[in-house]
């Protein structure tokens, strides 16, 4: 079902969420900086910045999170979950690298052994409002990574800017439970011209060419590669490529105890930091920074495509635009597909 929703309408769309829902969106913090976080009135939502610096995982796994806190009395102690859940929640104005992200973290968070409850539940009880990207940036290759700008995969409702109005599709049974919304108005057959007119133009725009396709197995042809030297030479392991990108779900969990009283939190980690796989006996695994780049291109171009079928890499381009040091990793893409022997050329630099 296809409706429009003029812009003067926009902020009392979003105030009547309000009144039902927990509304999660981007948010400028200053210039040039929007990240995702649950607002209180409409004047917050900002949808100016294509790529947040921040992507919307945290609305599903937040960079800290309290899991429960516990009191010891005796052997024993009570613990009170910190999950409360109380009213639906609505992400909106996430773009479409970003929900396809929440799907390759949920494999992983929902398996068929274990399910994580703190993301479940959560994912569970939201309706996810995509926004198409009408002005993809040189950085965005989601095209090549089996998106698109204006990829509907996993968005319950699909907004497209159309200048005046957004252009509303209702994609699925979450997404139909608006479809009697007093501003939402019936499109019609030149709404949605302009819509598609506005897809095709952004579609063109995006990178097709980076070589995702069969990655995994050229990658491990390349477990022993001299690649890896060169790779991580300009890399300083800030673990800024691993908290920004929307598929990255490493983390790892803390008890913050005082006397008998505590609570256990899981933060955010980075397979980029030295002491990411550091064990008690004293032993890294990964001792060089050469070791942890490589993890971090592996698990995305080969551990988890084994695992998953899909490279977990969305092409959203932050790890590219907030590199301080310019790691481009469409450059490694291209080197590890380059035909080994006279045709591997030194092109990353
Ligand atoms: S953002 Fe750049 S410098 Fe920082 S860890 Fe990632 S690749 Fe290395
Ligand atoms: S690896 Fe880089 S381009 Fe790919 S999803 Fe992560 S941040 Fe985006």
Redesign the pocket.
């Known amino acids: 079902m296809m409706f429009n929703l003029d812009k003067k309408d926009f902020d009392h769309f979003l105030k009547d969420l309000l009144e039902t829902h927990d509304l999660f969106a981007p948010v400028q913090l200053t210039e040039g900086v929007s990240v995702f976080k649950k607002i209180d009135n409409p004047g917050e939502v900002s949808l100016s910045q294509l790529v947040p610096q921040k992507s919307a995982k945290e609305v599903f796994f937040p960079q800290s999170e309290v899991m429960f806190r516990y009191q010891i009395a005796g052997n024993q102690g009570p613990t009170v979950s910190e999950q409360k859940i109380e009213r639906e929640r609505i992400l909106l104005g996430a773009r479409p690298c970003d929900i396809e992200?929440i799907s390759i973290i949920e494999k992983v968070f929902t398996g068929e052994d274990y399910t994580d409850v703190y993301f479940a539940e959560k994912r569970k009880r939201t309706t996810i409002i995509g926004l198409g990207c009408n002005h993809p940036l040189s950085t965005c290759f989601c095209s090549s990574t089996g998106g698109g700008p204006f990829n509907r995969a996993g968005s319950d409702l699909f907004f497209t800017d159309l200048g005046d109005a957004y252009f509303v599709e209702l994609l699925t049974e979450k997404g139909m439970a608006f479809r009697v919304n007093k501003f939402f108005k019936e499109a019609d057959s030149e709404d949605l011209g302009l819509m598609k007119e506005i897809e095709d133009k952004a579609s063109q725009k995006v990178d097709r060419t980076v070589p995702v396709e069969g990655i995994e197995k050229r990658l491990d042809l390349m477990v022993e590669s001299p690649f890896w030297d060169r790779a991580h030479e300009k890399c300083i392991g800030c673990g800024v490529?691993t908290f920004?990108?929307?598929?990255?779900h490493c983390f790892d969990i803390t008890d913050e105890a005082v006397n008998q009283k505590g609570q256990r939190v899981r933060n955010w980690d980075s397979c980029l930091f030295p002491i990411y796989s550091l064990e008690t006996s004293g032993h890294n695994p990964r001792p060089t920074g050469r070791e942890r780049t490589r993890q971090r291109l592996m698990h995305?171009f080969n551990y988890y495509p084994k695992n998953f079928g899909r490279v977990a890499?969305?092409?959203?381009?932050?790890?590219?635009l907030y590199c301080p040091v310019q790691f481009d990793?469409r450059e490694a893409l291209v080197y590890a597909s380059a035909k080994r022997g006279k045709g591997r050329k030194g092109k990353f630099k």
């Open positions: 992200a490529c920004l990108c929307p598929t990255c995305k890499c969305v092409g959203c381009g932050r790890c590219i990793i």
